[in-house]
């Protein structure tokens, strides 16, 4: 069946490390959103994409976040370096053309020490 | 810029009663959709209902029913005959699709607990 595929699942990683997560929108879907989940923060929006190009990265840190969509079946989000407070679940969802239901993947847990 | 504002970080509700979860937001658009998503301990996100916001008509889908009031920009809802597996996170969530912009917001959320 249908759905967003995220990998890992979960990471763990060394203040200063580079991190990349990857997402795999469903087929035929041709928008793509990354978020970040917080307990303070709920689900804030950190960038999007529409046929691939980035229409809106104003939610990310620009100086070490960075999110790419290199196919149509691939998105990556990126940080470099990665800092404790980067700790999160990172989500995935994507929206098909003309539909206006979400489809999330089962997100990726950072953990940063 | 759109916001969105859900003010009951927690709500709990006996099994069988009514809860009504808050949600408002802030938008200069006319045309837009509104959504309440659920999110289990297993963090997969489901969509539970959605209003669109030329429809006067509140959206119902089996217990779960909106009170949408475009003019207040509120957005609440109502769930009826509370069930333990209604135990979530629900978000709220707005969304614009003009001109190019599909940008999905999502609120804080409020965390529900079903007591037996």
């Known amino acids: 069946d249908a759905r967003v595929t995220q990998t890992p699942r979960h990471k763990v990683t060394e203040m200063g490390q580079e991190v990349t997560m990857r997402c795999q929108p469903i087929l035929g879907h041709n928008t793509v959103f990354w978020y970040r989940q917080t307990m303070m923060q709920g689900l804030e929006l950190l960038a999007y994409?529409?046929?691939?190009?980035?229409?809106?990265d104003s939610g990310m840190p620009k100086d070490r976040f960075s999110a790419e969509m290199p196919d149509a079946t691939l998105a990556t989000l990126k940080i470099q370096p990665s800092e404790p407070r980067d700790s999160a679940v990172y989500f995935c969802?994507?929206?098909?053309?003309?539909?206006?239901?979400?489809?999330f993947g089962q997100g990726t847990r950072l953990t940063v020490v | 810029a759109q916001t969105v504002t859900q003010s009951q970080p927690e709500m709990s509700v006996q099994e069988a009663e009514t809860v009504t979860l808050s949600c408002t937001y802030d938008t200069s658009e006319n045309n837009y959709y509104l959504f309440w998503y659920k999110q289990p301990p297993s963090r997969q996100m489901i969509l539970v209902i959605r209003?669109?916001?030329?429809?006067?008509q509140n959206a119902t889908e089996n217990r779960f029913s909106v009170n949408f009031q475009k003019a207040a920009k509120s957005f609440s809802l109502k769930i009826s005959d509370s069930q333990l597996g209604d135990t979530a996170m629900y978000f709220c969530a707005f969304m614009k699709q003009a001109l190019g912009t599909y940008k999905y917001i999502f609120g804080t959320g409020t965390r529900l607990k079903v007591l037996a």
């Open positions: 994409f529409r046929n691939r190009a980035p229409l809106d």
């Open positions: 209003q669109e916001a030329y429809k006067q």
């Open positions: 969802a994507s929206l098909p053309p003309w539909g206006t239901e979400a489809f």
